[in-house]
């Protein structure tokens, strides 16, 4: 497919998935909107519209929480989607937004990139775009802000540089190996019926995660709903663990938030948001295993750190650790373990080592390759200066998405669309691709 029509394609797909205030993070699977997805997609929508980019944005922040939370999901019109507003029970707590339904859990704080990104074309664009997402940022600072705030002390109450997650939902990984042995802890009692949605959106179930997975996510759910989602209260549910890929994405966005704070002249917030960055940079890296050179998460109620072959090992890559780290860990990550196995279609992180025993190749974060994490460590390479390997990662990316499916993610070994179609997150950054070229 010629570019042009790939831009054309992704530009569709966002224009189609557009509810007027917010973009649905997919037609039929994911009808609402999902916050780290919001973010990626106004990264895309920057590239066609600057005020609509803003508008995603901003729609995502009316459902920002009293704590500065904000939540996974911010529910639009649809229905048809479980776990919805009824089974959140968000409304119970004294912290959530009056008037807007949303979830009660979180998802990683991409959303300092995204605004970065926005500003950087609007600028570019100049004029009444500039204007605008310079007004944009100088007057919604302070919510990202206190989101990053709220992070660093209610995810992090042992100041170890680590954000802890109370449900696997909020790593946006919801089935990944990272997390099989905490939830094996998970024993869900008696609780209140429901009927699943999601499988009946794929074209095979076994893609999707397993029914006991999905009583154990949504006994959670209920779990967290029962303490009406209160900080101290939800760390004594039955999931409780340091994530360390959700981390590193902290350390570098509190980095990027503190370089937008230079441009509105904040100075004691870019001061605070820096030492943020260096507390959780420094907490990503003193998880890495000397043997297996891949950061690792902890059960936070066992005290065992989680290792495995996943994605989320590659967690200093993104944040930026000492050069020694870094180019260890890029050797890992385009070696024959990873991105160099010699089946892979294309040679791209699939979520999981094709060489570990929980690798499967169609199942959701257990082996797929999802496009937005490719991007995501396209875009951390091109930070750090490692043009080459974010070159490769890009064209690499753009081969895979030559079918103009938009897919959710997708089988590594022959390159088949896996989950839902016209993915929002996935047309975006293949806009974001497309414009550096």
């Given at each position: 497919m010629h570019h042009s029509e790939l831009a054309a394609g992704a530009a569709a797909v966002l224009r189609g998935n557009d509810r007027g205030r917010m973009t649905a993070a997919a037609p039929r699977l994911?009808?609402?909107?999902?916050s780290w997805d919001a973010a990626f997609i106004a990264i895309g929508l920057a590239h066609l519209c600057v005020p609509r980019a803003i508008t995603e944005l901003t729609s995502l922040l009316a459902g920002q929480w009293s704590t500065g939370m904000i939540p996974h999901i911010v529910f639009g019109d649809a229905s048809g989607y479980f776990p919805g507003p009824q089974r959140w029970r968000s409304q119970e707590s004294p912290y959530a937004p009056r008037g807007v339904a949303t979830s009660g859990i979180c998802q990683p704080p991409v959303h300092s990139l995204a605004l970065a990104h926005l500003v950087a074309v609007a600028r570019r664009n100049g004029q009444a775009d500039r204007r605008t997402a310079e007004d944009f940022l100088a007057a919604s600072?302070?919510?990202?802000?206190?989101?990053?705030?709220?992070?660093a002390t209610a995810r992090d109450p042992g100041r170890a540089g680590l954000l802890e997650i109370n449900h696997g939902w909020e790593s946006g990984m919801d089935n990944s190996p990272r997390w099989d042995a905490p939830y094996a802890r998970v024993h869900p009692g008696a609780m209140e019926p429901f009927e699943r949605r999601d499988t009946a959106h794929v074209r095979d179930p076994s893609e999707r995660p397993s029914d006991l997975d999905y009583r154990r996510y949504v006994w959670l759910v209920d779990q967290l709903a029962g303490v009406r989602y209160a900080d101290d209260a939800a760390r004594g549910c039955d999931f409780r663990v340091a994530d360390v890929f959700m981390s590193a994405v902290f350390a570098v966005s509190s980095e990027v938030l503190a370089e937008l704070a230079d441009d509105l002249g904040r100075d004691a917030a870019g001061t605070e948001l820096r030492q943020l960055a260096d507390r959780f940079r420094a907490g990503v890296s003193g998880t890495v295993d000397d043997g297996s050179g891949l950061a690792r998460d902890?059960?936070?109620?066992?005290?065992?750190?989680?290792?495995?072959?996943?994605?989320?090992?590659f967690a200093p890559l993104l944040c930026g650790a000492d050069d020694a780290l870094?180019?260890?860990?890029?050797?890992?990550?385009?070696?024959?373990?990873?991105c160099g196995y010699p089946r892979l279609r294309h040679a791209l992180p699939p979520t999981t080592s094709p060489l570990a025993p929980e690798f499967h190749r169609r199942a959701y974060w257990r082996g797929p390759q999802w496009p937005v994490l490719t991007w995501l460590f396209c875009w951390a390479a091109s930070r750090r200066g490692d043009d080459e390997l974010a070159g490769r990662f890009r064209e690499e990316a753009l081969h895979q998405l030559?079918?103009?499916?938009?897919?959710?993610?997708y089988e590594p070994f022959t390159g088949e669309p896996l989950g839902s179609r016209a993915q929002s997150w996935t047309a975006a950054v293949t806009l974001a691709w497309l414009a550096e070229r």
């Open positions: 994911y009808p609402h909107q999902w600072f302070d919510s990202w802000l206190a989101w990053h705030r709220w992070l902890r059960d936070v109620r066992t005290g065992e750190w989680l290792a495995g072959e996943t994605v989320g090992g870094v180019e260890r860990q890029r050797a890992l990550l385009i070696g024959p373990r990873w030559d079918d103009g499916s938009f897919a959710e993610y």
